[in-house]
């Protein structure tokens, strides 16, 4: 199985709520297939020290950022 490496290009952080944050990051794959770049958005919280721990997380593909960003606008109340 090819080995993936990650690359994290620029990266934002929205905190919310008790120690709660959201990550949105630009994040780039490279495999000896070629690279891939792509939209990480990521939950989690901090402990007292600082130290995050991230829950879930899901990628959205840079071909569709756009349309996913649209669409989320559209969904604010």
């Known amino acids: ?3 993936v490496e990650y690359e994290t290009l620029k990266a934002e952080e929205i905190d919310f709520g008790n ?20 939209v990480s958005i990521s ?3 901090k402990f ?7 829950v879930k997380s899901f990628t959205v593909p840079q071909e569709i950022v756009e349309k996913v960003a649209e669409q989320l606008k559209k969904m604010k109340a």
């Open 1 to 3: 199985m090819a080995e």
């Open 19 to 38: 120690n709660n944050f959201i990550e949105v990051a630009r994040k780039k794959a490279i495999s000896e297939k070629g690279e891939n770049e792509f």
């Open 43 to 45: 939950r989690g919280f």
């Open 48 to 54: 007292p020290d600082g130290t995050k721990r991230y």
